[in-house]
């Protein structure tokens, strides 16, 4: 249930970059960031013990994913210009976009991390096989996403908010940990 719930924004970001291109090159996106997701979750598995010593890793994350969501904009504008015939063979550039989705990689998938390694509790069998787990959802997800971004565009303003709802929860969720914000006992579980 963790990765099917987590692997669901990383899936997202990965869908939202890859729909600007064209099929052969969405394939490419995808796969880079889909290995991405994967190189990204081992190393923090690894280190996930050490990480959570360091609240400000969420707020930095956060942070990156607010930059993600207004590339990720600017992108989207730049895809109804696209519509008008005089432009219809304009991408945006190949290596930014895999920049874009292996940042969004580093960013997000340490959530999916904590989720997976806390199920886990300290097996490594169950570790492994929930990171393997979340790296196909994530793959299968941002391929399906990417087709049907491409033709509903407006999917990809609600994707957008979810991405920008999840860097809010990072941003929230450090400033507590740090104490530098006090939250309502009720309301901590979000963040």
């Known amino acids: 249930f963790i990765d099917i719930i987590l692997a669901a924004d990383n899936a997202i970001i990965i869908g939202l970059i890859a729909s600007n291109f064209v099929p052969k090159n969405r394939k490419k996106i995808i796969f880079w960031g889909v290995v991405g997701a994967f190189v990204f979750k081992i190393i923090f598995a690894v280190f996930a013990t050490y990480l959570f010593k360091f609240y400000f890793i969420k707020i930095l994350g956060g942070l990156l994913l607010i930059w993600i969501v207004n590339d990720l904009r ?83 303003y609600i994707g957008l908010g979810f991405i920008l ?27």
């Open 74 to 156: 600017k992108d989207l504008i730049e895809i109804k210009k696209k519509d008008s015939p005089k432009n219809k063979s304009m991408e945006p550039s190949f290596v930014k976009s895999i920049y874009k989705v292996l940042f969004a990689d580093i960013t997000i998938s340490f959530d999916n991390v904590i989720g997976v390694v806390g199920a886990s509790k300290g097996n490594f069998g169950f570790m492994i096989f929930g990171l393997i787990l979340s790296v196909v959802l994530t793959g299968a997800l941002a391929t399906y996403l990417a087709n049907y971004i491409q033709k509903h565009l407006w999917i990809a």
């Open 165 to 191: 709802m999840i860097a809010l929860q990072l941003i929230i969720g450090g400033l507590v940990d740090l104490e530098i914000i006090k939250i309502n006992e009720e309301f901590i579980k979000y963040f």
